[in-house]
């Protein structure tokens, strides 16, 4: 470990360094050894900091590093998604108390018992103070929620949303190299505007990047991660099923080591398989949906339960839950959609998107007489795989890029837009350029119906597209015309920066119908399908 | 003899320029800036006063208008061809007026009082012959050649007026005036520029490019993020390929989106447009209107399984109605839409609308 400065055992830390070199995954002894060590470090040099001077910076990094060793302890439950045990991750100062000595003689629960003590008194003299900026969106949410329906609930904002933030980029390296997964480095020139969010490069494919340690990550989950980074596997629907079927191999080749229980150590072996999935391409609405599904599954399993048993039993939920929320919603969708669709009807859409795909396919059976129109746009022509299929199945379609939709659009009688996530506020993440075509659209007054499933949403809001968003390659920009490369050195010019954005957000005015399973509902219902959800779980 | 030559010589350089005309605007040939083709036109049609044969002003007319009319047939969306001819018939209209004494700027003016009350003003044939005619239309001709080389710069010295400093201005593809514009500002203020690559052609890339060399910095971003980037901006700056009659635009397609996401974020638009593109055009005649271009720019011949059962259209121009346009910058000012057909009654004759 780079910073461990004074360590008591250096044989220890020997053992741990060859364990590291020789990629072979950390026994759960030398792990907790690594973080009983780093936590006495951290407390010594806290100790020192607190006496010496009053930064926000050191007080900001002592909440969240002693709230970190908080979710490690397998003892914990993990369905509440730890708010209550890990809460205080705001960055905002005026830690009063400095830690007691922490004595490795006290047991875990006394010392997590404190813990909250002392995060309690935190919290209760930070609402007093309010003082910074960046405790005020989470403090100012909390007294006004009403206690009895809405738990206060402590956004910590994620990571990638946070690449400007050098303790945020720090605590990420820190919390691979304990999950032994590599760390990807930015690419290029950031826009200034969008310097919060990662920008990776596609070129060279991620194992000349990184070096993947084999043995600790599944390999149906390094084939995942290498797809995902090369844009072999995109759209929200086809990442989310190979995830799940991805977690369904490393399911059935999972054995529980002894004096583990199952509901525990599964959950816990997935963490570091998440982690190197961000790392590829940051997750998306649906996966992260779909991911907490199967940690509440896994963590539901009864301990008397046989590991045969329980292997099965999550294997068919995550069946059931494709099932459930992509091919049979995808029905519901189509069958709600076809009665939108009559004859004579030019429908317009853009990209491809599996499920608006569908949805025409299935009118097409049905007999319905109307044609398609398929807009595009660069760099990535998605436009050009939803042409083919359409084509294959007979349907007579028309092809254009998205500077000519306003062409285009007057012979229009329908929009049909597909959706990555729907946001709380009503708004609809989609592919980048959705929103151009919805208000386009709106100006020669056709409609616009969103097709989305109901896993996708998402309890995230957001206004514009800036704030939360995916970089992609800066070099998919580069085009040769006429044989001549205009922006091929567009790295050497310093006052040159390309734009690749993979998502936008379109207001909910702009759309006027939302076509989900559960039925056709305007934009702005999203929050109570939401709580109904909430309800049922 | 002098004569027959020169009138070869004439006619060959016409044919040269028609077939020029025609090459250029398929895309493969050498791509010629608006002002260019206004100077060569302009030159030209001075040449064919110096050389071509005629006794009087109405002589005079009908062979510029006949060649006029070759001229805009052969590349119907360069729209400054048909100007410059139309402003060439406007002076010498003017000179023959002066000429014969009479104060004609008065009548020329369409008041509805005039149109009621003198109906003989058409029986105007201009059929007298002035010696000093000939001279007069060529140094008038001259004066105007003056004036489209100083267009752009006249348009680039307003730009101080408009830019303030930390501004984030957003353009789409290439205008020449507008690149001069911003390059004029920069030499005060220090602002970013976005610029939308405007596909299939990118021409978005030379401009960002060129800027940047500059020393303005600028982000080059897709089409399809322009709404996406467009709550950010405090400016949309554009050029056009023409004004027409009403104060729309006829420009590069993806400027109608643009505008409609500048009018929802209220953002001003402003267009450089020099007054050689004004055109008294109206937007209605649809067959005139679009322009369209090989659609393997779009669709490429490689997808050749499904190129045969799909239609593809790239269209070149998009339409912006004058509600979405804030302000026009042009070499004699800036003015907002709505006074553009006052603009147009000053440098065209309304009978020359129809060449």
């Known amino acids: 470990m780079a910073d461990s400065g004074e360590t008591e055992g250096p044989g220890n830390k020997d053992v741990i360094e060859r364990a590291k070199n020789d990629g072979r995954e950390l026994t759960k002894e030398e792990k907790q050894r690594l973080r009983k060590e780093k936590k006495q470090q951290k407390k010594g040099k806290e100790k020192k900091d607190d006496k010496a001077s009053q930064d926000g910076e050191k007080r900001e990094k002592k909440p969240v590093s002693s709230a970190s060793p908080a979710p490690q302890p397998a003892t914990q439950p993990p369905t509440q998604k730890a708010p209550p045990a890990v809460p205080a991750l705001v960055p905002v100062p005026a830690s009063e108390t ?47 929620a009403p206690p009895s329906e809405l738990q206060p609930v402590v956004k910590r904002l994620p990571e990638y949303m946070q690449a400007d933030n050098p303790e945020v980029l720090k605590k990420l390296a820190k919390k691979l190299e304990r999950q032994q997964i590599p760390l990807r480095s930015d690419y290029g020139y950031k826009v200034s505007l969008f310097s919060h969010l990662h920008q990776y490069s596609r070129k060279a494919p991620l194992t000349q990047q990184l070096s993947i340690p084999s043995t600790v990550i599944h390999p149906a989950i390094v084939r995942l991660g290498l797809q995902y980074s090369q844009g072999i596997v995109a759209g929200s629907n086809a990442r989310s099923v190979a995830l799940l079927h991805a977690f369904k191999q490393v399911i059935r080749d999972y054995t529980t080591p002894p004096n583990e229980e199952l509901s525990r150590d599964l959950v816990n072996k997935l963490k570091p398989y998440i982690s190197f999935l961000n790392q590829c391409r940051p997750l998306s609405a649906s996966m992260g949906n779909a991911i907490k599904y199967i940690k509440k599954e896994i963590s539901n399993i009864p301990s008397q339960c046989k590991e045969e048993e329980a292997k099965s039993k999550l294997l068919t939920c995550i069946e059931c839950y494709i099932n459930e929320k992509i091919i049979l919603a995808a029905k519901a969708i189509a069958k709600s959609s076809i009665e939108k669709i009559s004859d004579g009807d030019v429908i317009l859409v853009y990209g491809c998107s599996s499920l608006v795909n569908h949805i025409l396919c299935e009118a097409f059976e049905k007999n319905r007489k109307f044609r398609v129109i398929v807009v595009d746009s660069r760099p990535r022509l998605e436009g050009r795989e939803a042409l083919r299929r359409l084509v294959q199945r ?33 708004y609809v993440m989609s592919r980048v350029g959705t929103s151009q075509i919805a208000l386009v659209a709106k100006a020669f007054n056709v409609p616009v119906l969103v097709c989305c499933e109901t896993y996708k949403f998402c309890e995230r809001v957001q206004t514009d597209s800036f704030v939360s968003n995916e ?16 922006l091929e050195h567009w790295q050497d010019v310093r006052l040159l920066g390309l734009l690749n954005l993979v998502y936008d957000v379109t207001p909910p005015d702009f759309v006027d119908l939302v076509i989900t399973d559960l039925g056709m509902i305007p934009c702005t219902s999203v929050p109570v399908v939401l709580r109904v959800k909430n309800v049922d779980q | 003899m002098p004569g027959p030559d020169k009138e070869t010589d004439l006619t060959e350089r016409i044919e040269a320029f028609l077939s020029d005309l025609k090459r250029g605007g398929s895309g493969t040939g050498p791509l010629r800036g608006s002002a260019e083709t206004a100077r060569e036109t302009t030159a030209l049609l001075r040449r064919i006063t110096a050389q071509a044969r005629w006794n009087s002003a109405g002589d005079l007319m009908e062979i510029i208008r006949k060649e006029g009319r070759r001229m805009t047939a052969a590349q119907p969306s360069e729209t400054t061809v048909g100007n410059m001819i139309r402003r060439v018939l406007k002076i010498i209209r003017e000179e023959y007026a002066r000429s014969r004494g009479s104060s004609e700027e008065a009548d020329q003016q369409e008041s509805l009082h005039k149109l009621l009350t003198s109906g003989g003003l058409s029986e105007e044939n201009f059929r007298q012959h002035f010696a000093a005619l000939k001279a007069n239309v060529i140094e008038a001709i001259n004066e105007l050649l003056t004036e489209l080389e100083g267009t752009t710069d006249n348009i680039s010295m307003q730009a101080l007026e408009h830019i303030h400093s930390n501004e984030v201005i957003m353009t789409i593809g290439r205008s020449r005036t507008v690149e001069a514009f911003l390059k004029d500002a920069r030499r005060k203020r220090k602002f970013h520029v976005i610029v939308a690559e405007c596909a299939p052609f990118c021409q978005g890339h030379e401009m960002a490019t060129n800027l940047s060399k500059a020393d303005i910095e600028t982000t080059v971003i897709t089409d399809a993020a322009i709404f996406a980037v467009m709550s950010r901006v405090n400016k949309v700056i554009i050029g056009t390929q023409t004004v027409l009659a009403n104060g729309g635009l006829r420009a590069v397609n993806g400027t109608h989106t643009l505008a409609l996401a500048a009018k929802h974020h209220s953002t001003p638009l402003i267009v450089c447009a020099p007054m050689f593109k004004l055109s008294p055009q109206f937007p209605n005649e649809e067959d005139t209107f679009h322009k369209f271009v090989s659609p393997h720019e779009v669709l490429p011949f490689t997808e050749g399984e499904i190129l045969s059962k799909v239609n593809v259209h790239c269209p070149v121009f998009d339409y912006v109605p004058p509600e979405l346009i804030t302000l026009f910058i042009s070499n004699i000012g800036g003015h907002a839409p709505s006074y553009i057909y006052r603009l147009m009654s000053e440098l065209y004759h309304p009978e020359d609308h129809e060449l």
Do not use: M, W
């Open chain 1, 98 to 144: 400095p830690p007691p000595g922490d004595k490795p003689a006290k047991s875990k629960a006394e010392l997590k018992a404190e813990r909250r003590a002392r995060q309690e008194a935190e919290r209760a003299s930070k609402q007093g103070k309010k003082g910074d900026v960046g405790g005020q969106q989470v403090a100012a949410g909390k007294p006004k």
């Open chain 1, 394 to 426: 007979g349907i007579s379609c028309t092809y254009v890029l998205i500077s000519a939709v306003s062409y285009i659009l007057p012979e229009v009688s329908k929009v049909f837009l597909g959706a990555h996530a729907l946001l709380a506020n009503g």
């Open chain 1, 471 to 486: 970089l992609d390659d800066p070099d998919d920009l580069i085009v040769t015309r006429k044989g001549k490369t205009q």
